[in-house]
């Protein structure tokens, strides 16, 4: 399985049991320079879909995200807690500037998400 993608512009990708989650190029275009991201919730923490799990500030705004499927919270990014590291998310979204990850409670959950394609159509018509 590719990534899968959410109409809040999260990304998801499985790994196992676990899925990691950040957020896309076109979210982190929208934002613009990220200056500080943290959880809102813990690890170990159980979180259902489209609960608010952190927070990011950039030079713009501040905005929430939220898990894209249920489960339990097992990481964070730790560069990320480093302010200088924040960049990471600019610069590379769908790698080192990934932003938690989660144990999967209900892997079918992932088939209501996107797909590469249909999120670049989704992008494309807002």
Do not use: C
Not at 43 to 56: M, S, Y
Not at 89 to 96: A, L, S, T
Request: charged share 30%.
């Amino acid at each position: 399985m590719g990534k899968k993608f959410t109409k809040e512009h999260e990304w998801v990708l499985l790994e196992g049991e676990e899925v990691t989650i950040g957020i896309t190029d076109y979210a982190q275009k929208q934002l613009g320079d990220i200056v500080y991201i943290s959880l809102t919730r813990d690890i170990g923490e159980q979180v259902e879909t489209k609960e608010e799990v952190a927070e990011i500030e950039s030079v713009k705004s501040v905005s929430q995200i939220y898990a894209p499927v249920s489960g339990e919270l097992t990481a964070f990014n730790e560069i990320l807690e480093d302010e200088s590291q924040t960049a990471s998310v600019n610069e590379d979204p769908y790698g080192k500037g990934w932003i938690f990850k989660m144990k999967l409670s209900d892997p079918a959950q992932l088939d209501t998400l996107m797909d590469e394609k249909a999120y670049q159509e989704y992008v494309d018509s807002l």
